[in-house]
């Protein structure tokens, strides 16, 4: 109840932000039409008693108060509908930003690698849409108590027995409360085999992956995998749809008893002659209408019961996202970096895994340097890189940039001084422009400053094959969008990596591995001189990582990690002369490409 009380709380808050005055007008249409309903029954009782009684002129009026009490009751929830979609669109927009906001406007991403999160991220998606039911419900209660109200000061004033008949209304209440919890606990226990499905369900028919599933013929594998998750869940569902349709029929069964029982109680009064004929009518009507009422009021609460959940819901992703900081967040990045950035005993592990990635990492990274990060795969390079863009933060030591305890910097700022183009590149599909100029948003619009950007990652070349070059619609998902190759979008992806003209640190994590090998030659030549013109100008760090080790040698500085230790660091030549890792991994590729 607690849950459905706050619920339609915050979504009274929602829809009066949206708009106050459709909130007020959607509410007062509502109240006429339901409240027109037991005034109905009053009149029509009236009627009948004139009619008997002779009372022509007074049994016209009561016709035609009848006739304009049903009209309300009829039309006015119509109008009433208009407003609400219309909020209910507005609601919904600030439920999805706050959505959009909640997964990707959070300090790190922790969040996202947790099971919980993505099953609780999938129901609040699906239930957001739910938006519309949940606003006419709520609007539709507040008209129901009203009703309620005077339908029972109506009934007590024939016989105070009858108010009764609103009591018997409170087991169907409570069996639908119940029903509706057992299915809100079915959806959260199917959650995971749902996302699960969809996710199948969307591998199975983008056509990013079509070449892959046809090659390997996992067509029908997909369609066997997603055909039992989907059993799964609906399996859940359905037994648990069954259980809560089976406990409201018992509800409603215990109200119609009572029902049946009041109209019997004022017929057998009329007979005796305490009652007249129109108060039959009156009570046939009213109970009628109480029936309706409380079919209704289940079904209303239900729903607002479920918005309470999805609200509730909300809450607990927004704590799942937030960051407790265990130390201030008070300093502001440096402008320009003069000692460099520190790691000092550095220890990860992903959240919901029991090993760290990352073990005692300690690690100077000399202001200007050029930095290479080189190991096997799954050595921890990219972890050590998104740590150091403040995308995690380390489970224990400290990352300290020209002194400054990496945490006491608000992510914001420290991700304004980066640049970075990561190994799983976004393809957005964008003009051709705005593609590189997301790099830094002011600019994005900088003509200029993309050319000059996409020459710098030497992708001036595909801008040349583009017809209408930086207006050039890109993406499959338009009828008219060019589609690139791996390579072209990867260009594309380092000249946004390339936008900022200023950053501390410019991240590179297997900038090349789409590339031919000319086009990555020519690039490491330019990260030379770009890592040049960075030293001269906020003494940045250039870092990448890189499989490749005739471009690796050219860093300043190179780090060997194995299985999440740093095994070796120096420069190229004093890693030869050591001989140890390093030098197998570079002569073994130096053998491979003789
Ligand atoms: N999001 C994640 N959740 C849990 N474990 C992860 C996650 N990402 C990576 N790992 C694990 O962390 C380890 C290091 O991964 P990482 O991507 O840092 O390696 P890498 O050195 O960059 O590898 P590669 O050269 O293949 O790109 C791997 O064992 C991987 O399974």
């Known amino acids: 109840m607690r849950t459905t009380l706050i619920g339609s709380w915050r979504l009274l808050a929602i829809s009066w932000r949206a708009d106050r005055r459709k909130t007020l007008a959607a509410t ?113 209660i507040l008209g129901l108590v009203l009703a309620v109200v005077f339908t029972a000061f109506l009934l007590a004033a024939l016989n105070p027995v009858l108010l009764l008949l609103p009591i018997a209304a409170v087991p169907p209440l409570l069996c639908g409360r119940w029903a509706e919890s057992r299915i809100d606990r079915a959806k959260t226990d199917t959650a995971t085999p749902t996302r699960i499905a969809l996710n199948l369900f969307r591998l199975s028919t983008s056509a990013r992956f079509a070449g892959e599933l046809r090659v390997f013929r996992l067509r029908d594998e997909l369609r066997r995998r997603h055909l039992r998750e989907w059993e799964r869940a609906s399996r859940g569902l359905v037994r648990s749809y069954g259980r809560a349709a089976a406990v409201r029929t018992l509800g409603q069964v215990i109200f119609g008893l009572a029902y049946v029982a009041a109209v019997l109680l004022v017929v057998r009064e009329t007979i005796a002659g305490r009652r007249s004929i129109g108060d039959v009518v009156t009570v046939i009507v009213l109970a009628t209408q109480v029936n309706q009422q409380v079919t209704a009021a289940v079904t209303l609460l239900a729903t607002l019961q479920r918005m309470g959940s999805m609200l509730r819901r909300f809450d607990f992703v927004r704590k799942l996202v937030a960051v407790d900081h265990p130390v201030p967040v008070d300093q502001a990045p440096p402008e320009r970096l003069s000692s460099g950035i520190t790691l ?69 700022s420290w991700r304004e001084h980066l640049a970075a183009g990561f190994q799983d590149f976004v393809r957005f599909e964008l003009l051709a422009g705005q593609v590189v100029g997301l790099g830094d948003v002011p600019r994005i619009g900088d003509d200029g400053a993309i050319a000059d950007a ?22 499959k998902s338009y009828t008219e969008g060019t589609e690139l190759s791996g390579g072209q979008w990867q260009k594309l992806a380092l000249g946004r990596a390339l936008m900022r003209e200023n950053p501390l640190l410019l991240v590179l994590d297997e900038p090349t591995s789409a590339l031919d090998p000319q086009a990555e030659h020519r690039l ?69 490409y003789r």
């Open 524 to 592: 490491f030549e330019s990260y030379a001189q770009q890592a040049e013109q960075l030293r001269a100008g906020t003494g940045a760090i250039t870092l990448f990582v890189s499989h490749r080790f005739s471009t690796v040698r050219m860093a300043d500085l190179i780090i060997v990690l194995r299985d999440g230790r740093v095994v070796e660091t120096g420069s190229h030549d004093e890693l030869m002369r050591r001989g140890e890792l390093y030098y197998d991994l570079f002569s073994l590729q130096a053998r491979a």
């Open 28 to 140: 007062g249409l509502m109240v006429a039409g339901t409240v027109g309903g037991p005034l109905l029954a009053l009149m029509l009782g009236l009627m009948t008693d004139a009619v008997i009684s002779g009372h022509v002129t007074a049994a016209v009026w009561y016709g035609i108060a009848v006739a304009a009490l049903a009209v309300v009751s009829l039309t006015f929830a119509h109008f009433a509908h208009i407003f609400y979609t219309e909020l209910a669109e507005l609601a919904e927009l600030e439920v999805v930003r706050d959505l959009i906001l909640l997964t990707n406007g959070s300090e790190g991403i922790e969040h996202q690698e947790r099971a919980e999160y993505a099953d609780e991220l999938t129901v609040l998606h699906r239930e957001s849409r739910g938006l519309i039911g949940a606003l006419e419900s709520l609007f539709g």
């Open 344 to 412: 000092t005993e550095v220890s990860f592990t992903y959240p919901g895994t029991g090993e760290p990635v990352l073990t005692d990492v300690s690690l100077s990274l000399p202001a200007g340097a050029s930095v290479a990060i080189v190991g096997e795969n799954g050595a921890g390079k990219t972890t050590l890189v998104k740590l150091l863009c403040g995308l995690y933060r380390p489970t224990t030591g400290q990352i300290l940039v020209d002194g400054i305890d990496l945490r006491r910097i608000p992510a914001e």
């Open 454 to 475: 996409l020459d710098r990652a030497q992708g001036s070349d595909v801008l040349r094959q583009l017809e209408q070059g930086l207006d050039t619609q890109l993406g």
